[in-house]
């Protein structure tokens, strides 16, 4: 019987096998293979600082050209969602210690309630991996601060 892996998992084995190869040192491989592995929505947590920078910069990547369908028809919330971003920027105070996400959403084409039906799992996960790093997480949407 053949067992099936998730892509986290394939995505580790293939880095695991990569770096080894590269000549990656033994401990170094296991944060990055760790960090891939928990990176997946349904499992992600900040086991590392590699892991949680991997979470910030996947979880927080929203924008139009993330749409590769160009057909109406085609499009599904979360392509609806990434098209209505119009601009999508990170920034880090580090006085304040706040890692801030700022959308810019067209309203006429996604709402902020389909923005958190699909994004709100990632912006709890953004939240953990910012504190990881002892950093407040933001989200402000069109110019209001929601969390």
């Given amino acids: 019987m053949i067992n099936r892996i998730d892509h986290a998992q394939s995505g580790a084995v293939m880095a695991f096998r990569i770096l080894d190869k590269m000549g990656m040192d033994a401990e170094d491989i296991a944060k990055v293979v760790n960090a891939i592995g928990n990176h997946d929505e349904s499992t992600a947590f900040p086991v590392n600082e590699v892991a949680a920078a991997i979470i910030i910069a996947d979880k927080t990547d929203v924008r139009r050209s993330r749409v590769r369908h160009q057909k109406e028809d085609e499009l599904d919330i979360h392509d609806h969602v990434n098209h209505a971003v119009t601009e999508s920027k990170t920034t880090l105070d580090k006085d304040k210690k706040i890692f801030r996400l700022a959308l810019t ?5 996604s709402s902020v309630l389909d923005y958190f039906q699909i994004f709100l799992t ?4 953004c939240r953990k991996a910012a504190a990881y790093f002892g950093l407040e997480f933001q989200l402000v949407i069109n110019g209001s601060t929601l969390c």
């Fill in 105 to 109: 959403i067209d309203l006429a084409e």
């Fill in 122 to 125: 990632r912006m709890v996960l």
